[in-house]
């Protein structure tokens, strides 16, 4: 069984430019919701995904975009980067439904300059 | 709204000794409750969960918690800790009327120092 994998594990990006994160499910998972983790904080719900459909969010502005694929891998994109979109970003998998743990990856470190 | 407090920014104990990670939660319904651990430069690994049921709940690695709803509160313990759970821990809440999607809202992690 492979678990959620994430890619690049570390970035760096300045002010102002586009970045792009991916997530890879754990086999079988058909749910992925995206966290911002600052750093000495907890997780940040950022927003999931089911079925290609964006059905939940937290409160991020619109810069803040994803998107999931029929296979179920996921992407975070964030435009128009500040500095305090410095943080670990996580993609989390599960199983639908409402008791479902989630599974996470390693994250992605995205510092921004 | 739903809200997670961990009032311990760190939690040391000798190694051999019970350990206790303290967490309480708000919600307006019944709430799901969840236990996480962080190890450094890693994501989260889910330790146990709490659905309904019986009030006493175990999980990976020896770990357990108890649900006391009249307290509000999910705490973490262990009978007996060792130096490799040496970590952070995050608690976790989903309001059962939070929707049709998993929206999980973290406290804010303890460290949990187990001293040799």
């Known amino acids: 069984e492979t678990g959620v994998t994430q890619s690049p594990t570390h970035l760096i990006k300045t002010r102002g430019q586009q970045v792009t994160l991916r997530c890879s499910s754990q086999s079988g998972h058909n749910t992925v919701s995206w966290y911002q983790q600052a750093l000495g904080q907890g997780p940040q719900f950022i927003f999931q995904?089911?079925?290609?459909?964006?059905?939940g969010r937290g409160n991020f502005p619109p810069r803040f975009s994803g998107l999931q694929f029929p296979n179920y891998s996921s992407e975070l994109n964030v435009n128009a980067l500040e500095l305090d979109d410095s943080a670990l970003y996580l993609c989390?998998?599960?199983?639908?439904?409402?008791?479902?743990?989630?599974?996470f990856g390693d994250g992605t470190r995205l510092s921004i300059l | 709204a739903q809200s997670v407090a961990q009032p311990e920014d760190q939690v040391n104990v000798a190694e051999g000794n019970p350990l206790t990670v303290k967490c309480t939660y708000s919600v307006s319904g019944n709430p799901y409750l969840f236990w996480y651990v962080q190890y450094p430069n890693r994501g989260l690994q889910f330790l146990l969960k709490y659905i309904t049921g019986d009030n006493l709940v175990k999980g990976s690695y020896g770990f357990e918690a108890e649900f006391n709803k009249s307290q509000t509160s999910f705490h973490l313990k262990k009978p007996s800790a060792l130096v490799s759970d040496s970590a952070l821990y995050f608690c976790?809440?989903?309001?059962?009327?939070?929707?049709?999607?998993?929206?999980?809202?973290f406290g804010t992690g303890t460290k949990l120092q187990v001293i040799p």
């Open positions: 995904y089911y079925r290609e459909e964006e059905n």
């Open positions: 976790a809440v989903r309001d059962l009327n939070s929707g049709g999607y998993q929206k999980v809202t």
């Open positions: 989390a998998s599960s199983l639908a439904g409402v008791n479902q743990p989630q599974h």
